[in-house]
Nanobody, 115 residues
Framework: QVQLAESGGGMVQPGGSLRLSCAAS????????MGWYRQDPGSQRELVAAISSGGITNYADSVKGRFTISRDNAKNTVYLQMNSLKPEDTAIYYC?????????WGQGTQVTVSS
């Protein structure tokens, strides 16, 4: 049974930082591309950052220079370090694992940026 468990969300003031974690089980983690997506009410889910099985990363333009995605294959975990947070970063953040045509999603974690 595949499980992706996100953690690390919360409320932070503008300019603050958070680190999200996504712990995976039930998959051969090192073979999967991993990604972070976000969705706020009334909007479509959008890619925030992704990292391939080989460690190649890509980011949405809106987060470049502020967010960093990384993975620890020994811990079956992918991280999203978020710095210089803005109110427009407020959303539910979802972890995705993909291998070929197989896609799995986590339940999401809420991030709220507000003063």
């Amino acid at each position: 049974q595949v499980q992706l468990a996100e953690s690390g969300g919360g409320m932070v003031q503008p300019g603050g930082s958070l680190r999200l974690s996504c712990a995976a089980s039930g998959i051969i983690f090192k073979m999967y591309a991993m990604g972070w997506y976000r969705q706020d009410p009334g909007s479509q889910r959008e890619l925030v950052a992704a990292i391939s099985s080989g460690g190649i990363t890509n980011y949405a333009d809106s987060v470049k220079g502020r967010f960093t995605i990384s993975r620890d294959n020994a811990k079956n975990t992918v991280y999203l370090q978020m710095n210089s947070l803005k109110p427009e970063d407020t959303a539910i953040y979802y972890c995705k694992a993909q291998f070929g045509g197989i896609t799995n999603w986590g339940q999401g974690t809420q991030v709220t940026v507000s003063s």
